[in-house]
């Protein structure tokens, strides 16, 4: 079935440096890339979602970037800031299934 | 903007007890979903459902059941709970549109522990 791996599982930076977080997916039929923000004891929430047939997507500060041939996908965050500091969680949604397979996350930690 | 309620934040309860653990939205969405989310794991699908009556099965549905009897709640059932139940369960909705996939809308989740 459809698998969806994610990179780094920590990543620690210093305020108003830039974060990249990876996920790579199996299924190749997959279309919806969904990020989702957690932080500590509140509910995920999307911050910014791709679908296949666009490459690049920015937001502000946030960008996702989704290579179909390599199938991966990234979100990018410049100027980070403390508020960043959060759980990740990447997503794609299998192309058969047309459910939502979750990376097992990255905690971002932005240093002050 | 979407709210998707789920009834408890905590929850204990004790080992072979049935739980019901309820979810509620209010934006007409049709499919809801459940997941539990463990450290390292992320989340994981147990059950959704795409109407009223309807279910399907996710990726870890074993020792659960669901009930969609009303298009606005979504009821998740540990028929004998077991201390590998142990987690944080997260409910989530979105629109149906077609073929096209819009984004999930989570509740704060309720961590239940079983002794």
């Known amino acids: 079935g459809e698998n969806v791996e994610q990179h780094p599982s920590t990543l620690s930076v210093q305020e108003g440096d830039s974060a990249v977080i990876k996920c790579t997916y199996s299924d190749s039929a997959s279309n919806y890339f969904p990020w989702y923000k957690q932080e500590l004891g509140k509910r995920p929430q999307l911050i910014i979602d791709i679908r296949s047939n666009v490459g690049e997507k920015k937001d502000q500060r946030i960008a996702v970037t989704l290579n179909k041939t390599a199938k991966h996908f990234s979100l990018h965050i410049t100027e980070t800031q403390p508020e960043d500091s959060a759980v990740y969680f990447c997503a794609a949604v299998g192309g058969a299934t047309n459910k939502l397979i979750f990376g097992t996350g990255t905690l971002l930690a932005v240093q002050p | 903007d979407v709210k998707v309620t789920q009834s408890s934040r905590y929850l204990v309860k004790r080992t072979g007890e049935k739980v019901f653990l309820e979810c509620v939205q209010d934006m007409d969405h049709e499919n809801m979903f459940w997941y539990r989310q463990d450290p390292g794991l992320g989340l994981r699908l147990i059950y959704f459902s795409y109407d009223v009556k309807m279910k399907e099965k996710g990726d870890i549905p074993e020792g659960y059941s669901v009930s969609r009897e009303k298009k606005e709640r979504f009821s998740l059932i540990l028929e004998s709970a077991s201390t590998n139940q142990t987690s944080m369960y997260l409910c989530?909705?979105?629109?149906?549109?077609?073929?096209?996939?819009?984004?999930?809308?989570f509740g704060d989740g309720t961590r239940l522990s079983i002794l």
């Open positions: 989530a909705s979105s629109l149906r549109t077609g073929r096209v996939n819009q984004p999930q809308h």
